[in-house]
């Protein structure tokens, strides 16, 4: 048997065969109902991808939904403003993500006829996609066999073999176990597992389909260090009069959440009792959120927004939280 037969079967200590058999069985059986695993349709794959980007499923779902309602095809999404998109997409943050969501739409519209790119390396020409994003969508949407490697498949695949893999190594060490007649549903079988059984910090390993195979079995790699989060107050003022709130708007300069709508900010000592307060997380700070009654401040350049209008324009994700939370949306 020559060297490249035995490397085919097995994969380090990993026979190859038996884990994909296992491991996809598993998923057939306990892969979770969501709504973008209902066809391969390219532009779905696409738009949960990018969405699932740093984003948790469970606040995905409903956003997820209702983009798709509004912009059902790539067609629509690149016809559409900008600022119709980012409203849409208003509550998940990292923007750019958005911004890049629409123009890649643009390109596909104007240079492919509406039609999506087959292959890993034609998708990840496309604005925004990186490797990830389309080897996920070529596998699951083409079939092509490409492995893919997110934060999940990073954490299966250095648990299994028991020590820090990283860059092309971690590439290479999927796609060495990719099944070939399933690299979609393989590749979504090794990021369920990731997502849902090998987790962080508590990996339910008993549940786990190939617990047999892996070297680490549970436990976690020395040193690893969890970023602390940073706790900061803020306060925002709340001005609505007449059916109408004052919002003012981040100028396009801005290195976060450029173009987007809020509530004018204030000194957080200004003696005046907050209606309520709220926390709201953005990437390692965690805020304690004051929200006092209007009047605006004066310096405030801003717009009187009439409440029907408030769901058209793109409003940051902790203002549209302010506004639920005042019952006003």
């Not at 998708?123 to 092509?144: D, H, K, M, V």
């Not at 390692?284 to 009439?306: F, H, M």
Request: glycine share 6%; proline share 6%; aromatic share 8%.
């Amino acid at each position: 048997m020559t060297l490249d037969r035995i490397h085919a079967r097995t994969i380090g200590s990993i026979p190859k065969r038996r884990f994909s058999r296992l491991l996809l069985r598993w998923f057939d059986a306990h892969k979770r109902d969501l709504p973008w695993r209902q066809n391969a349709d390219p532009y779905r794959v696409w738009l949960s991808e990018v969405m699932l980007q740093q984003t948790r499923v469970t606040a995905v779902v409903e956003h997820y939904q209702r983009f798709l309602k509004r912009f059902p095809t790539v067609k629509r999404l690149a016809a559409a403003r900008e600022s119709s998109v980012l409203a849409v997409w208003s509550g998940l943050g990292y923007y750019r993500r958005a911004r890049m969501l629409h123009a890649a739409a643009k390109t596909i519209v104007r240079e492919y006829a509406g039609k999506f790119p087959t292959t890993a390396a034609d998708l990840q020409t496309l604005p925004g996609i990186g490797r990830y994003t389309a080897a996920a969508i070529a596998s699951i949407a083409f079939n092509e066999p490409v492995a893919v490697v997110d934060g999940n498949v990073e954490r299966v695949l250095q648990r299994l073999r028991e020590k820090p893999i990283a860059g092309e190594q971690l590439w290479q060490a999927a796609g060495d176990l990719l099944e070939e007649n399933r690299p979609g549903d393989f590749n979504q079988a090794l990021m369920e597992l990731g997502a849902t059984v090998c987790l962080p910090r508590q990996p339910k390993c008993l549940l786990c389909p190939v617990f047999g195979m892996c070297a680490t079995r549970g436990e976690l790699s020395r040193g690893q260090k969890v970023a602390r989060q940073r706790k900061r107050q803020v306060q925002y003022t709340l001005d609505c009069r007449n059916g109408s709130i004052f919002l003012v708007r981040r100028p396009k300069s801005a290195g976060l959440m450029p173009g987007m709508w809020e509530l004018p900010e204030t000194a957080t000592l200004n003696g005046t009792e907050p209606l309520f307060t709220l926390r709201h997380s953005i990437t390692v700070t965690d805020y304690i959120v004051g929200v006092v009654p209007g009047p605006a401040p004066q310096t405030a350049a801003g717009n009187w927004v009439a409440k029907p209008h408030l769901s058209k324009l793109p409003l940051t994700g902790l203002t549209r939280k302010i506004l639920r939370a005042a019952k006003l949306i």
